[in-house]
């Protein structure tokens, strides 16, 4: 198994989420995964490609997914600059890969609750906002994601607790995966959960001496 050599440093482009505290925390899990050369890997979500870099960067044969068009020509400009070959598609979380099956998914999607019930059509928001209860992306990469992995394949996601990974692992056993919360992590809250810190509170999604948010890593897999 390779050291933990962290996620690859991309060029980050305007209107492109940049790779912060949710990406190193989902970059470390990727580590410990033991990937034969030549698996077939998919990160959905890619952003700038970081974590699509890291794992192409192991051997494996990478797609890469995201709505954004921006986030796509600037993951294609990073497999160019790094020499590490991604294959990128621009569409709907797994709407471009029907039909194939993965030994790996990888997802850092959008998982901040908002008060718009309805995720933005447009602008960086799209990468963080997720509806009321943050799981309007997170519910449906657990039922669609099972039916993408091959036997033995593990999907590894990341969100925030507040976004209640409970429920997905729920979801995921009720699929019949094996899932469990495998890394955690506490950081300050940034520009987007001080905005809201007042709605949170209100929701009862957050405690009024919550200072911090906890990060987690879901690791799921298939089973033979």
């Known amino acids: 198994m390779p050291g933990y050599l962290g996620p690859v440093k ?20 990727l580590s410990e995964e033991p990937l034969h050369a030549g698996a077939d890997v998919l990160d959905v979500g890619t952003g700038t490609g970081a974590l699509a870099l890291q794992a192409a960067r192991r051997g494996t044969r990478v797609t890469a ?6 986030a796509v020509c600037t993951a294609r400009v ?16 797994f709407a471009p890969v029907r039909g194939r099956r ?7 999607p959008p998982y901040v609750p908002a008060p718009a019930a309805r995720p933005p ?12 209860d943050g799981r309007l ?6 039922r669609e994601a099972p039916a993408l992995l091959r036997p033995g394949g593990v999907l590894l996601l990341v969100h ?3 976004s209640d990974p409970d429920r997905t692992l729920g979801h995921l056993h009720g699929a019949g995966m094996k899932a469990a919360v495998t890394r955690r992590r506490h950081i300050a809250f940034g520009p987007v959960l001080r905005s809201r810190a007042d709605w949170l509170r209100g929701r009862g999604l957050m405690s009024a001496a ?14 033979f």
Request: hydrophobic share 45%; aromatic share 6%; proline share 6%.
């Open 65 to 70: 997914v995201d709505l954004s068009w921006r």
């Open 210 to 223: 919550a200072g911090k948010e906890e990060l987690v890593v879901v690791r799921a897999e298939l089973p």
């Open 102 to 108: 993965f030994d790996l998914i990888l997802s850092n």
């Open 160 to 162: 925030s607790a507040l």
């Open 10 to 29: 991309p060029l980050v482009t305007p209107g492109v989420y940049a790779p912060q505290d949710d990406t190193n925390l989902l970059a470390g899990a």
């Open 78 to 93: 990073n497999s160019w600059l790094t020499g590490l070959p991604l294959h990128v598609r621009q569409g709907n979380l």
């Open 137 to 142: 992306v997170v519910d449906r990469i657990c």
């Open 121 to 132: 059509r447009h602008g960086a928001a799209r990468a963080w906002d997720a509806g009321g």
